[in-house]
């Protein structure tokens, strides 16, 4: 691990080893004191262009005014008002804005992705009175026991805990094909798969509640599937009477330009997962359904935080503030003019094998001269961006993921970019 810039955060720092578990993971010794839009200063007062938005929480930006005076009206009113055993106004115009959004009529709300996932599966399984699921090679739904048993990104998620009954398939990794087909003439094997070998070697559809599946894989590497992909999905799905979740914990809140990243490949999900900048930087989550799915009795399915009343008034600020804004349209420009400088890079740095990503979700993969993985490499030039000054995180076997705040300028973002180009000309 290297240094970090100065004693106040070695102090911090070494306050933190001794009593914060271990089990959480820092690529390098940031400690974060402040942030407004899309600049975070640390608590040595060094500020930095933050091209990870959180984990792809802020869109909206860190001090967002407007959110910021959502979450102080709402807390001279009142913090908690135990929204699952009374009633409040402002959890019911947050699911009003989400069903003007999305069309879905019916919300559940809890506190992160990986509860909503957890909603989503208990949903499923209570609808169709199955107990199994499809999820993907590469996917990451959270760290509860039934969101885990759906994620398969790595081993260390996993190892030594129970999981539920899933199946696991191949995501369209065109990039990099687990299959070693070429796309189009591949005809999407990766999915038809389901229906060709899952459901006749391993898993009944019959006992199949709902296939998992992120429109644009996160944890995994930042992949973006054919859009024939997600179609397909659909299909086996509707052809064998199964759910389609989709897991929009980190594409969604037009991250890639449409509100949900699944309209970006013409398809609708049965149920919905979302979270990270729903919240606006407090906990939220929320599982959206139809009224005919999402039909199950009281005491089905409960928390004691979801439906937050500041939590709610945040998220329905935030998401006042980017429809306003266009704030969709804002990331598929930006994000196209990040790609094409990214991929001005290629020829310069062989260690960008590929470039990929819809509006401001873009991953970039590290190889080695002979095309496979290199996380060490990785893992150099996100240390090396902390030292030029820009937020970078890791994901996937090798790569680099850009999910700014969707406030960034364009100025902010060329900025961060020559920055790492700094950083690639120090690592690789």
């Given at each position: ?11 911090i ?6 009593i ?8 390098y ?21 933050d091209?990870?938005?959180?984990t ?8 967002n ?11 001279e ?32 709300f809890?506190?992160?992705g990986?509860?909503s996932?957890?909603a ?5 399984m ?38 539920i ?5 191949h ?9 070693h ?39 995994g ?13 659909r ?22 330009g449409?509100?949900?990243a ?14 990270k ?10 599982t959206?359904?139809?009224s ?6 009281p005491?089905?399915h409960?928390n004691?935080?979801?439906g ?38 290629q ?11 819809l ?8 190889v ?5 993985i ?55």
């Amino acid at each position: 691990m290297i240094e970090p810039f100065g004693p106040r955060a070695e102090e911090i720092i070494q306050r933190d080893c001794n009593i914060i578990s271990p089990c959480l993971s820092r690529p390098y010794p940031l400690v974060i004191e402040r942030a407004r839009g899309a600049t975070i200063t640390d608590v040595e007062g060094k500020t930095y262009i933050d091209l990870g938005a959180g984990t792809a929480v802020m869109n909206v930006g860190y001090s967002n005014p407007e959110v910021s005076a959502a979450i102080t009206a709402q807390l001279e009113k009142i913090a908690h008002g135990d929204f699952s055993s009374f009633f409040a106004e402002p959890p019911v115009r947050l699911a009003e804005k989400l069903k003007q959004l999305t069309g879905y009529d019916r919300v559940f709300f809890c506190n992160s992705g990986t509860e909503s996932v957890e909603a989503a599966i208990k949903l499923a399984m209570w609808k169709l009175h199955r107990q199994s699921l499809v999820g993907f090679y590469g996917a990451f739904h959270g760290r509860t026991l039934g969101s885990l048993s759906l994620t398969c990104s790595k081993i260390e998620h996993k190892e030594h805990f129970p999981t539920i009954r899933v199946v696991h398939a191949h995501y369209g990794y065109c990039y990099r094909c687990p299959l070693h087909l070429e796309y189009p003439d591949c005809g999407i094997e990766c999915a038809r798969q389901i229906e060709t070998l899952i459901f006749k070697r391993e898993l009944s559809p019959k006992d199949t509640a709902a296939i998992v599946v992120e429109p644009i894989q996160g944890e995994g590497g930042y992949i973006v599937p054919p859009p024939e992909f997600h179609q397909e999905i659909r299909r086996i799905c509707d052809d064998n009477g199964i759910l389609m979740v989709a897991d929009e914990v980190q594409a969604g809140c037009y991250r890639t330009g449409t509100f949900m990243a699944m309209e970006n490949f013409g398809v609708r999900a049965d149920i919905v997962c979302m979270a990270k900048a729903l919240g606006a930087g407090l906990p939220m989550g929320a599982t959206l359904s139809s009224s005919s799915i999402m039909d199950w009795p009281p005491g089905t399915h409960s928390n004691t935080f979801g439906g937050n009343l500041l939590a709610s008034a945040a998220s329905l600020a935030a998401l006042n503030f980017m429809e306003r804004e266009d704030i969709g349209t804002r990331a598929q420009q930006l994000g196209d003019h990040l790609m094409m400088r990214l991929r001005e890079m290629q020829p310069k740095y062989p260690a960008i094998g590929d470039v990929r990503g819809l509006g401001l979700m873009i991953g970039v993969e590290i190889v080695k001269p002979d095309g496979s993985i290199d996380p060490d490499t990785r893992d150099r030039i996100v240390v090396e961006g902390f030292k030029e000054g820009i937020v970078l995180l890791p994901c996937g076997d090798s790569v680099i993921r850009f999910c700014p705040p969707l406030v960034i300028t364009k100025e902010e973002a060329d900025t961060g970019l020559d920055r790492f180009e700094a950083a690639m000309k120090k690592a690789v």
